[in-house]
């Protein structure tokens, strides 16, 4: 049984920053991919950035040079470093593991920009 164990959400003020992790356990393949997607409300979830297993990343443009992802492969952990938030970051975070045989979602984490 896969799970994904996110962390890290909360209120913070615009221009602030937050660091999101998300641990996952089970039996995973080494070759797959992690990331973050987000849901704002009244709005459609949106991938906001993921990572192979290589490092290979990929970004929204709307968080391009503010947001860094990385990971940790021998901890199968994803973290999401989001620098200048802005208010339009508020949404729920969920974190994204893809195996290329299925894919798992974590259970999303809220986070808030607001003053």
């Known amino acids: 049984q896969v799970q994904l164990v996110e962390s890290g959400g909360g209120l913070v003020q615009p221009g602030g920053s937050l660091r999101l992790s998300c641990a996952a356990s089970g039996s995973i393949f080494s070759n797959n991919v992690m990331g973050w997607y987000r849901q704002a409300p009244g709005k459609e979830r949106e991938l906001v950035a993921v990572?192979?297993?290589?490092?290979?990343?990929n970004y929204a443009d709307s968080v391009k040079g503010r947001f860094t992802i990385s990971r940790d492969n021998a901890k199968i952990t994803v973290y999401l470093q989001m620098n200048s938030l802005k208010s339009e970051d508020t949404a729920v975070y969920s974190c994204?593991?893809?195996?290329?045989?299925?894919?798992?979602w974590g259970k999303g984490t809220l986070v808030t920009v607001s003053s």
């Open positions: 990572i192979t297993n290589s490092g290979i990343t």
């Open positions: 994204y593991l893809n195996t290329f045989l299925r894919q798992y």
